[in-house]
């Protein structure tokens, strides 16, 4: 079975401009997180979405968005990009009850 | 804002040493897991504690939790070249709804295997 895939993998946006960036999650997974990297340092929380509802929101400003498709994957959209976004987006997703978290390969982006 | 700090932040040992990794946290929890990180990759799904367990093993690496002291220990037995690479402790909780997992990451400790 694929594990969580994501797109793209790496991608460079100048300031300003908006990116949108994709994730499908494991077959029969109904929630999916979004997390940030910066380098040196651990994922931070975003945003999760089970049964395309927004379950919760990390400490993110409005440029940050996201939403669920019917068919579980997901976007992840930031506008107005800063130097300061630049980093690696991990998709991840789970299943109900297991508690398992599951990672895809990340998209890094670089703002400049 | 970071949940807990993984100790040590890096550390170096010889293939066929025994590697051992802290994480400390400041909430309740329901689970922790630990991931691996290779360079520049994503994050690879190790092992999950449950809350209500003490250990836990799969393969060579062996983790204890410790609710008490709100902390948590993954041994690697046996390294190999191979286990260089980033380590992470992330918990999630309270509880806070059906199908709500958000995890809460560490700094992570960097592991250097020397063949």
């Known amino acids: 079975d694929a594990g969580v895939t994501q797109s793209p993998t790496h991608l460079i946006k100048t300031r300003g401009q908006h990116v949108t960036l994709r994730c499908s999650p494991i077959?029969?997974?109904?929630?999916v997180s979004w997390y940030q990297q910066v380098l040196g340092q651990g994922p931070q929380f975003i945003f999760q979405?089970?049964?395309?509802?927004?379950?919760g929101r990390g400490n993110f400003p409005d440029r940050f968005s996201a939403r669920q498709f019917p068919n579980y994957s997901s976007e992840l959209n930031v506008n107005a990009l800063l130097l300061g976004d630049s980093a690696l987006y991990l998709c991840?997703?789970?299943?109900?009850?297991?508690?398992?978290?599951?990672f895809g390969e990340g998209s890094w982006l670089t703002v400049v | 804002s970071q949940q807990g700090e993984e100790d040590p932040q890096a550390l170096s040992i010889q293939e066929g040493e025994n590697a051992t990794m802290n994480c400390s946290y400041k909430?309740?929890?329901?689970?922790l897991q630990w991931y691996r990180q290779n360079s520049g990759r994503g994050l690879v799904h190790l092992i999950l504690i449950r809350s209500n367990e003490r250990e836990k093993h799969s393969g060579r690496l062996r983790v204890t939790l410790d609710t008490s002291k709100k902390s948590s220990s993954l041994l690697i037995t046996a390294s190999r070249a191979a286990d260089t690479a980033s380590y992470f402790c992330a918990t999630d909780g309270p509880y806070s709804g059906a199908g709500s997992y958000q995890l809460t990451f560490g700094k992570g400790t960097k592991l250097s295997v020397i063949p």
């Open positions: 991840a997703s789970s299943t109900l009850g297991s508690g398992t978290v599951y």
């Open positions: 979405y089970y049964e395309k509802e927004e379950r």
């Open positions: 077959s029969g997974h109904k929630s």
């Open positions: 909430t309740s929890i329901n689970n």
